[in-house]
């Protein structure tokens, strides 16, 4: 009798640790430890000299360009080739979100000082082909600004094929129904708004197309579709896939994955709750694989285009590691690029199959 209660005993417990280990989610190694074959791993020495940066993309051009949000105190954007060699920079106001269009012009999102003396957030066009790409030079035209909500700011901006473009815009007021802080704005080529995307819906909540602490934003080659990424305080996916769709019935953006279609309810990029503070997305445009950077966990999380999550996501910095609070990401030529917001460093990292080559 004492034999079999003790048999039974053992079981609960095992039964209970099986449970357990079921319901945790995908741990993500720190570099150092990866035990995976195929890993990222840090290319050196890293790019330095940066402070409280919060945006990297590489351009139309193949230059690298950084939103050094603090930078000589004020803010700059800093334009590099991608040895690191910084070829020339502008001052403006606490950039936090670059762009580039077909044309070679950036789209930066920073801040004006209004009139009254209020900090406004605001978004600007630095016209860099008329000065051969002289950025210290370059006119700077303001093409949008918030006099009347000043707390307003501007997170992330994507461009399409054809010049048009998204503006991310956030705040801490979402009370309105009719203009809340946060939404995702559609501009033409000319700067012109045209509408806000009206298939995202501004509110806390758990469905697949609520937003209310928007990111930062990233589209595809090719198309119009897009990812965009919120804090995860509010919401319960940290990261949305919007597809493009025009049919007579219907023009404009539905998630590509939906938990309310039961095919798409084991897709690794909506399970909920994955994250904590999604800061920065990019795509690597040949493969289609999408990365998005926690700047709370201290991870980079990798998804295939089928939204399978890839065991070459790689960070948990806090338990031991080389990075501290991505707030950018950029991919080009099987090389990402991570902006290290604390460190104020740009670290680059490469497949551990394309070190090899």
Partial sequence: MKFTSCIFFISLILLAILIGCQEKPPL?????????????VELTPGFSGFTRPEDIIIGSDQ???????YGDESGRIVMMNRAGQILSTKKMLRPIAIAQDSRLDLLVGGMVVA???????????????????QLDQA???????????????????????????????DGPDNSSFIDPDALVLQFDKNDRFITPVASLTTRSGSGITDIFRPTAIASFTGSRDFIIAQQQSFVSYGALWMIYQNTPEFEGWLP??????????????IRPNRYSNPSAVAIDRTRRDVFVADADLDSVFKFNSRGTFKIESFGRVKSGGS???????????????????????????????????
């Fill in 139 to 169: 006119r700077v035209d303001t093409i949008w600004r918030e006099l009347a909500r000043p707390a307003r700011r501007f997170p992330g901006i994507t461009v399409f094929g054809d010049n048009t473009y998204l503006l991310v815009r």
């Fill in 323 to 357: 990075m501290l609070r991505p707030t950018g990401l950029a991919y080009f030529e099987r090389v990402l690029y991570v902006l290290d917001g604390d460190r104020g460093e740009v670290l680059r990292f490469r497949l551990t199959t394309d070190v090899q080559r």
């Fill in 63 to 69: 230059l690298l360009y950084v939103a050094d949000t």
């Fill in 256 to 269: 590509r994955f939906d938990p309310a279609r039961t095919a798409d309810r084991g897709v690794d990029f």
């Fill in 115 to 133: 009139p009254n003396g209020d900090s406004v957030g605001a978004v600007f066009r630095i016209h860099l082909v008329e000065v051969q790409h």
């Fill in 28 to 40: 993500l190694e720190p570099i150092p430890d990866t035990v995976f074959d195929t890993a990222y």
